[in-house]
C-alpha cells in the first residue's frame, strides 16, 4: 500500500486542515476533490510567483506586488475552511472533544502546527506545551537576528508536531503505521515553512527603490531601481549607494552615491567632487558624471 493510499483511508478532516494549512489546495488533491485542489495550488502559485517578481524585479510594480500577496494570503485562510468542510465524513464530527483518542491524533498535530505546544495542552500534557510554547516565542523574538534562528524556528515548529502526535499515538495500539504518515506531514511542512520563512526574511531585510534622477549617471539613471538591504549597521563605505528616508517624512526617500564619510568636508567645484579640498580619485568615482542640485553639496 503506498503513502497517498494511507493517506486516503484515514477519514479525518483534521488531517485533510492540516495538508491545506502546508499548502493551499493539497488537502483537496489528496482527499475527495483533486481537481478543485490543483485550482486552488495553481491560482496560490501563481498569484505568489507574480507577487515576488512585482516586488522584487525591476520591471515589475511593488504595489501590484504587494496586492498579489495580500491575495495570495487571502487564498490560504479561505481554502482552510474549504478544505474542512470538503471532508464527506464531517457530519459525524460535532466537536474535537468528540472524537477518541485515534481521531485526536491529527486535531493535535493541527494545534501543534498553528502554534507549538497547543497541541500538548489539548492532550493535557502541560510540561512540554509550556517549554515548547516559550522556546517557539524565543526562537520567534531572534529570527530578526540571524537567517539561522528562522531556520531553527520552523524545524522546531515540525519537531513539535511530530513529539505531539507521538505522545498521542502511545495512548493507542499502533494501527497502520501512521508514523509514516505524520513523517511526511513534517518533512513536506518544514520544506515550505522555510521558504514561506525566506520570503519573509527576505521581505522584512530587504526593499526596492526607482531612481528620480539622473544624479548618478551613468551608472544609474532615473527609472532605474536599486534593491536595498535594510540594515541597522552604520558600515558606510565611500562610493556606495545608499537610500535615505526623511525622518518626519518617511515616505520621502533620497537615494545618494555616498562621497564623504563622518567628520569629512565635501565640496562640489566647477564639476569637480572635492572631499577635504582634495579632489576625489578613487575609482568609483571615475567616468561618473556629477550635477550639482544645489541642496546636498557644500556640506561636512
Not at 470538503?86 to 472524537?99: A, G, L, Q, W
Amino acid at each position: 500500500m503506498t503513502i497517498f493510499q494511507k493517506i486516503k483511508q484515514i477519514h479525518n478532516p483534521w488531517l485533510i486542515l492540516t495538508f491545506s494549512f502546508i499548502l493551499p489546495g493539497l488537502g483537496q488533491m489528496l482527499f475527495y476533490q483533486p481537481r478543485k485542489g490543483t485550482v486552488i495550488l495553481t491560482a496560490y502559485a501563481l498569484l505568489l510567483m507574480t507577487g515576488l517578481f512585482s516586488v522584487f524585479h525591476p520591471a515589475g510594480h511593488p504595489l501590484f506586488g504587494g496586492f498579489c500577496v495580500g491575495a495570495a494570503v487571502l487564498l490560504h485562510i479561505w481554502n482552510l475552511f474549504d478544505s474542512f468542510a470538503s471532508c464527506k465524513f464531517i457530519s459525524s464530527y460535532k466537536y474535537p472533544k468528540d472524537f477518541n483518542i485515534a481521531s485526536n491524533q491529527w486535531f493535535v498535530v493541527f494545534m501543534s502546527m498553528m502554534i507549538p505546544g497547543a497541541g500538548h495542552f489539548y492532550i493535557s500534557s502541560w510540561l512540554f506545551g509550556v517549554v515548547f510554547l516559550a522556546a517557539a516565542l524565543i526562537l520567534n523574538g531572534l529570527t530578526s537576528i540571524s537567517f539561522w534562528f528562522l531556520v531553527l524556528e520552523v524545524i522546531f515548529s515540525m519537531f513539535v508536531c511530530w513529539h505531539a502526535f507521538y505522545l498521542t499515538s502511545r495512548k493507542i495500539p499502533e494501527e497502520d503505521n501512521e508514523g509514516v504518515l505524520v513523517l511526511v506531514i513534517v518533512l513536506i511542512g518544514t520544506f515550505l515553512g522555510l521558504s514561506n520563512g525566506v520570503f519573509n526574511y527576505v521581505k522584512s531585510h530587504f526593499d526596492t527603490f526607482a531612481v528620480t534622477s539622473d544624479a548618478m549617471a551613468h551608472s544609474l539613471i532615473k527609472g532605474d531601481k536599486v534593491l536595498v538591504y535594510k540594515t541597522p549597521e552604520n558600515d558606510f563605505e565611500r562610493g556606495g549607494i545608499y537610500v535615505f528616508k526623511h525622518p518626519k517624512k518617511p515616505e520621502n526617500f533620497y537615494i545618494q552615491r555616498l562621497a564623504g564619510l563622518s567628520e569629512e568636508f565635501v565640496m562640489f567645484d566647477e564639476g569637480q567632487l572635492l572631499v577635504n579640498r582634495e579632489k576625489v580619485t578613487d575609482p568609483p568615482y571615475n567616468h561618473l558624471r556629477y550635477q550639482n542640485q544645489g541642496q546636498y553639496y557644500n556640506e561636512t
